[in-house]
């Protein structure tokens, strides 16, 4: 089933050329389906790349989907021009009278900061107080997942002594979650971070469960027991170049970069990267959307409210 995208964006035209199903509002409106109201804060500093990949896994799941592309007000993309925002985004103080299925809020390469030196930190905390109340169930990814630990429960990222780097075998903790049904026993997933979390913490708030983890690349999937925060350490999301093209570009700033571990053939660079994630990052983001948004979420997003916002 297709998502519903804003007119003209350009990660439509990339999406069409790969055979998924996107469909634009005035073609939606004539379906007598409810669709998922889906929120997307883009933290990243190239927001159409990210909208691509988020919106490449979200249209496999069979239902239509509303999309808003969300910025932040408190800090301008240096990477993105200002009129593609204008034009494709929204900022939290249009939405924040709207409630949502689900959200997704990106990860954004400022790890190696104080989460209150971050330009958009009240903004963000501002996002995910709102969470609360106005959102079935939250997807935090990266950087996002971190900031998310530490503001609802106060657990602390750690930096590393050397970037977590490559894609690394992951295991399963709880065969019996529906956010991983149906995974294998063992499989892959891009990291692209130089902070950790700590299992130890996790393990002392009796409200989160750690899901899933790797032996080199640490705790990977974490959730709260009622479904209403999911919380990814990697970046299931990534393309199959998105490594490589990091690579290149920590070469060229001369930044004393790693070769990222298992992702080229014979470690060679100069070969196309091997991809081993991708069934991985449809079925999680698949199972969220169904067990943990679409089969929790209330067919009337404002039954509690006397009318719905003028948006």
């Known amino acids: 089933m297709p998502i519903i995208i804003p007119p003209n964006l350009p990660a439509a035209n990339t999406l069409i050329k790969e055979n998924i199903f996107v469909m634009n509002q005035p073609r939606a409106v004539h379906q007598d389906i409810r ?17 691509t990949q988020l919106l490449r896994l979200l249209s496999n799941f069979p239902l239509q989907m509303n999309i808003d592309l969300i910025n932040t007000e408190t800090y301008t993309s240096q990477h993105t021009p200002v009129e593609y925002l204008k034009t494709f985004y929204k900022t939290f103080s249009e939405i924040k009278g709207k409630k949502y299925d689900g959200m997704i809020i990106t990860g954004a390469p400022v790890e190696k900061m104080r989460f209150g030196d971050v330009a958009y930190w009240q903004e963000l905390t501002a996002i995910m107080d709102y969470t609360r109340d106005n959102v079935t169930s939250t997807f935090h990814i990266c950087w996002a997942a971190q900031a998310a630990l530490y503001y609802h429960y106060g657990i602390h990222n750690y930096l590393l002594p050397r970037k977590m780097f490559g894609v690394f075998k992951h295991t399963v903790n709880n065969r019996h979650c529906e956010l991983l049904r149906g995974f294998d026993d063992e499989f892959w997933v891009p990291h692209s971070r ?63 970069i790693q070769l990222p571990r298992n992702t080229f053939p014979n470690d060679d660079p100069q070969q196309e990267p091997v991809v081993r994630w991708r ?9 969220w959307l169904n067990y943990y948004v679409y089969q929790v979420t209330p067919y009337d997003l404002y039954a509690d409210e006397e009318s719905q916002p003028d948006l």
């Open 35 to 51: 669709p998922l109201e889906i929120a997307i804060v883009n933290l990243m500093p190239l927001k159409s790349v990210t909208e």
């Open 194 to 256: 130089y902070t950790e979390i700590k299992r130890e913490e996790i393990e002392q708030v009796p409200d989160l469960e750690i899901l899933s983890e790797s032996e080199e690349a640490g705790v990977y999937l974490v959730a709260s027991k009622d479904k209403k925060y999911i919380f990814v350490t990697g970046h299931s999301e990534y393309d199959s170049n998105t490594l490589k093209q990091e690579y290149e570009r920590d070469l060229a700033r001369g930044e004393d």
């Open 279 to 287: 069934s991985h990052a449809n079925l999680l983001f698949n199972n």
